[in-house]
């Protein structure tokens, strides 16, 4: 399975952006998925995690104002950022884990996508 990655950009402090992640391709039975972040120089972290049921978690740092929401018909995650800060630019990937065809737990990640906030 593979996981595309989009909507990242440039936007002005304060403003939004939504990225999205599709799976798609192989036999792969999507469990958890998640969204990390890695600023320049930084590690990467998660950023929000959103389970097969929709269950959500939150890092500190964008609770209130990052959305994560999933359609399991359509094997997308998408992330709403809202009231971007400039320390929320970084590259955003998806993360998606679960059970591939040879009944093997795993975990695949997307290519990444940018986020870029001035100040």
């Known amino acids: 399975v593979q996981l595309q990655a989009s909507g990242g950009g440039l936007v002005q402090a304060g403003g939004s952006l939504r990225l999205s992640c599709t799976a798609s391709g192989g036999v792969f039975s999507i469990v958890n998925m998640g969204w990390y972040r890695q600023g320049t120089g930084k590690q990467r972290e998660l950023v929000a995690g959103i389970s097969s049921r929709g269950s959500t978690s939150y890092a500190d740092s964008v609770k209130g104002r990052f959305t994560a929401s999933r359609d399991n018909v359509e094997n997308t995650m998408y992330l709403r950022m809202n009231n971007l800060k400039p320390e929320d630019a970084a590259v955003y990937y998806c993360?998606?884990?679960?059970?591939?065809?040879?009944?093997?737990?795993?975990?695949?990640w997307g290519q990444g996508t940018q986020v870029t906030v001035s100040s």
């Open positions: 993360n998606a884990a679960g059970w591939d065809g040879a009944n093997r737990y795993s975990e695949v």
